[in-house]
């Protein structure tokens, strides 16, 4: 077994699905399925388990997961000491919101990159609220995201910005909120909420501490389209406001004052503290520490 194939094994445990990994991992769904049968026979265990319907990952499954969790940090650290004569090599994996991507990345980059040039970035880019599953997963070595009330056993947090969290109406459609006595009616003011994440709990902490049950008109995935069906008017949103002010629709977009505030978010850098070991995520962590 080698590297290559340790990697869409790896991919295959996270997204448990054939076609997803294939896709993302540049291969045909049989050459993927040749692969994943080639190290069952080398290991002579039964990896996952799978029917026309799901894929799930067998006790052994696991254990291997581990080895090859274990391995390919290895092989970045023996990589990453190899180069360090000629520079430092190797490739860190990064995940972050669209929004961060170009607000938050481009100065760590611009600065990471002249220094360590002979680093490959593998950057990827979705919902901000999947960023820590996705690190404590090992899907990947570093994203951005908000520190929530309780960090992680075992992540590291490098903190950048601090951004409130704000309710967001469309300019076009002022009648998307209903008052009552000169009061926002939450009963029938439409709302669009994120599905899950630190958004979500912060939003449905504040309507609780008021005794508020929302009218929720959606629950969707990424602070991007809330602002999006906000400027259709399909209702009110709660969105990060760095996330608006970096929107091609923020102009559409108004803000209406609330008391008491939502509680803002902390925006930073999270690794897990074991990745910190490997020469190329110390060297990006020592940057972002220094931007």
């Given at each position: 077994?080698d590297?290559?194939?340790?990697?869409?094994?790896k991919?295959?445990?996270?997204?448990?699905?054939?076609?997803?990994?294939?896709?993302?991992?540049?291969?045909?769904?049989?050459?993927?399925?040749?692969?994943?049968?080639?190290?069952?026979?080398?290991?002579g265990?039964?990896?996952?388990?799978?029917?026309?319907?799901?894929?799930?990952?067998?006790?052994?499954?696991?254990?291997?997961?581990?080895?090859?969790?274990?391995?390919l940090?290895?092989y970045?650290?023996?990589?990453?000491?190899?180069s360090?004569?000629?520079?430092?090599?190797?490739?860190?994996?990064?995940?972050?919101s669209?929004?961060?991507?170009?607000?938050?990345?481009?100065?760590?980059f611009?600065?990471?990159?002249?220094?360590?040039?002979?680093?490959?970035?593998?950057?990827?880019?979705?919902?901000?609220?999947?960023?820590?599953?996705?690190?404590?997963?090992k899907?990947?070595?570093?994203?951005?995201?908000?520190?929530?009330?309780?960090?992680?056993?075992?992540v590291?947090?490098?903190?950048?910005?601090?951004?409130?969290?704000?309710f967001?109406?469309?300019?076009?459609?002022?009648?998307t909120?209903?008052?009552?006595?000169?009061?926002?009616?939450?009963?029938?003011?439409?709302?669009?909420?994120?599905?899950?994440?630190?958004?979500?709990?912060?939003?449905?902490r504040?309507?609780?501490?008021?005794?508020?049950?929302?009218?929720?008109?959606?629950?969707?995935?990424?602070?991007?389209?809330?602002?999006?069906?906000?400027?259709?008017?399909?209702?009110?949103?709660?969105?990060?406001?760095?996330?608006?002010?970096?929107?091609?629709l923020?102009?559409?977009?108004?803000?209406?004052?609330?008391?008491?505030?939502?509680?803002?978010?902390?925006?930073g850098?999270?690794?897990?503290?074991?990745?910190?070991?490997?020469?190329?995520?110390?060297?990006?962590w020592?940057i972002?520490?220094?931007?």
């Open positions: 077994m590297n290559r194939d340790l990697k869409l094994f991919h295959l445990t996270s997204s448990l699905h054939f076609g997803q990994t294939s896709r993302a991992c540049h291969v045909t769904p049989s050459a993927l399925t040749r692969i994943i049968q080639r190290l069952e026979e080398e290991l265990e039964t990896l996952f388990l799978r029917d026309n319907r799901s894929v799930s990952l067998t006790a052994a499954g696991k254990v291997f997961r581990l080895y090859a969790d274990d391995a940090q290895r970045e650290m023996l990589r990453g000491d190899l360090m004569e000629e520079g430092l090599g190797g490739e860190i994996t990064l995940y972050c669209v929004t961060a991507a170009y607000s938050i990345l481009p100065a760590i611009q600065k990471f990159r002249s220094v360590h040039p002979g680093v490959h970035i593998n950057l990827q880019t979705g919902d901000a609220a999947l960023a820590l599953t996705k690190l404590q997963n899907e990947v070595d570093i994203t951005v995201a908000a520190l929530p009330d309780s960090l992680p056993e075992r590291e947090f490098l903190e950048i910005l601090e951004t409130p969290l704000v967001i109406v469309p300019s076009a459609f002022p009648e909120i209903q008052y009552q006595e000169e009061r926002v009616d939450w009963s029938r003011t439409p709302v669009i909420i994120a599905n899950f994440g630190l958004s979500r709990e912060r939003t449905d504040w309507f609780l501490e008021k005794n508020i049950v929302p009218n929720v008109y959606a629950q969707v995935a990424g602070n991007e389209a809330i602002i999006a069906m906000v400027a259709l008017g399909c209702g009110v949103g709660v969105v990060p406001g760095l996330v608006l002010e970096k929107s091609p923020q102009e559409q977009i108004d803000v209406v004052a609330v008391s008491p505030e939502l509680e803002s978010f902390s925006i850098i999270c690794t897990m503290r074991k990745n910190m070991r490997l020469p190329q995520v110390d060297a990006f020592e972002a520490s220094s931007v």
